[in-house]
Nanobody
Framework: QEQLVDSGGGLVQAGDSLRLSCAAS????????AGWFRQAPGKEREFVAA????????FYADSVKGRFTISRDNAKNTMYLQMNSLKPEGTAVYYC???????????????WGQGTQFTVSS
């Protein structure tokens, strides 16, 4: 069973960059596909990015394509989300998650981090 801990949130200004991290405590994280989701106040959780177990395949929501980069280091059991050119509408709680399928729907993910909040001020 995987336990995920996401971190890296905070307060940034529009246009800034930030990197989120997701550390997995299990020994089998490299067997899982993984992804990032976000949830803004009053809104549903939405897909941000996904990465295959090997890291060779990635997929992004249109809203972040070209600005965000998802990556992973299986040797460190860690996944990252590099976010550039941040916008105020990106303010949300960001969650990392792991899945046995390469998916964009949150219902397909089995393990979740506790979430990390970051706020983008204009």
């Amino acid at each position: 069973q995987e336990q995920l801990v996401d971190s890296g949130g905070g307060l940034v200004q529009a246009g800034d960059s930030l990197r989120l991290s997701c550390a997995a405590s299990g020994r089998t994280f490299s067997n899982y596909h993984a992804g990032w989701f976000r949830q803004a106040p009053g809104k549903e959780r939405e897909f941000v990015a996904a990465i295959s177990w090997s890291g060779r395949s990635t997929f992004y929501a249109d809203s972040v394509k070209g600005r965000f980069t998802i990556s992973r280091d299986n040797a460190k059991n860690t996944m990252y989300l590099q976010m550039n050119s941040l916008k105020p509408e990106g303010t949300a709680v960001y969650y990392c998650a792991a899945s046995v399928v390469f998916a964009t729907s949150h219902v397909d993910y089995d393990y979740w981090g506790q979430g990390t909040q970051f706020t983008v001020s204009s």
